[in-house]
């Protein structure tokens, strides 16, 4: 990210106007008036903001904002509305049984027979969590003692590229934004981002943030693996058949594999080791699942309705993406 981004509404333009300016305390919080705390606008780019002082920082932002009280104040008033949006929202599954939910279906087919532009809009959406893919999880680790927290770093390990840069994942995706005419700056595309998909990364970062909430940041982890591979390679396949060749593909070639691999570990050493540890941690593993297809279920539903409208799924305040 080069710039900040522009205000949305009230809470993000208090937030953007007092983060340019050296440390102090921040006023108290306005009282919030959102229509769905699920996909506002303005409140997700606030929370996003407020969370990425966490991750790689904020251009020209002293990064002591990071622990300032009041701004932590401000925060929490925000994934207050959030986390009430969510759980009214996102009930749990029936704890008796869990299968892996079938995600993003209508999405997958019309990715079998999407235009190259709707791809590229695909990706820009995808890569506000995919550049800095498996950093909220890792917030897990200290949060874990003995099998499960194995389990994570099993997981994290492969996340990272075993040690080699370019496996990296978020290295794989930053070079298939490359091969689609894309910038591959991380936030390079957060003013195009709508909230329903700054949501999407919004939970995992609340999730992996709060240590009550470890139970849910697993089970969300847990939902993603068991449920990545058939998509992914829907998506390399979509690419080829656009007429994209290894580099566009390798990110998702390669969750394919990957994730095969992980959802076993996922389900049975991650989520289930947590519980056989912590049985009072059921619900949440559950429900941290349910909130991950809830968000993304609303996230492909935006998708779809403007791609059959005719129009973009972004927010229409930069120049034209290349396809």
Not at 10 to 33: I, K, T
Not at 77 to 87: N, R, S, T
Not at 215 to 234: C, D, K, Q, W, Y
Not at 273 to 287: I, Y
Request: glycine fraction near 8%.
């Amino acid at each position: 990210m080069s710039l900040l981004p522009d205000a949305r509404g009230d809470a993000s333009a208090v937030l953007l106007e007092h983060l340019q300016e050296a440390v102090h305390e921040l006023p108290s919080p306005a009282a919030l008036d959102v229509a769905d705390p699920l996909s506002d606008d303005d409140l997700h780019l606030a929370l996003y903001l407020c969370y990425e002082l966490h991750y790689r920082g904020l251009p020209g932002v002293d990064e002591r904002w990071e622990w300032e009280p009041s701004l932590l104040r401000l925060r929490r008033e925000w994934e207050a509305a959030f986390e009430e949006g969510l759980l009214a929202a996102v009930r749990p599954p029936d704890p008796r049984g869990v299968t892996p939910p079938e995600m993003d279906v209508a999405l997958r087919a019309v990715l079998d027979r999407g235009t190259s532009e709707e791809l590229v809009e695909f990706v820009v959406h995808r890569s506000a969590y995919q550049l800095k893919e498996a950093d909220p999880h890792s917030w897990a680790i200290p949060r874990l003692s003995g099998p499960p927290k194995a389990a994570l770093i099993e997981i994290q390990a492969d996340e990272y590229g075993g040690g080699r840069p370019d496996r990296v994942h978020a290295e794989l995706f930053a070079v298939a934004m490359e091969e689609l005419g894309l910038d591959r700056t991380y936030g390079a595309y957060l003013d195009r981002l709508p909230g329903v998909t700054l949501a999407t990364v919004n939970l995992m970062s609340l999730l992996g943030l709060h240590r009550r909430w470890r139970g849910a940041i697993v089970g969300h982890l847990a939902a993603f693996e068991m449920t990545s591979s058939v998509p992914n390679r829907r998506y390399a396949n979509a690419l080829r058949r656009l007429g994209f060749g290894p580099r566009a593909t390798d990110f998702f070639d390669e969750h394919v594999e990957a994730d095969a691999v992980h959802e076993n570990v996922a389900a049975v050493d991650l989520a289930g080791g947590l519980v056989r540890l912590e049985p009072a941690l059921g619900g949440d593993v559950l429900w941290g699942a349910s909130a991950l297809v809830g968000l993304e279920g609303r996230w492909a539903r935006h998708l779809l309705q403007a791609w059959e409208h005719g129009g973009s799924s972004l927010r229409a305040q930069a120049p034209e993406l290349a396809a």
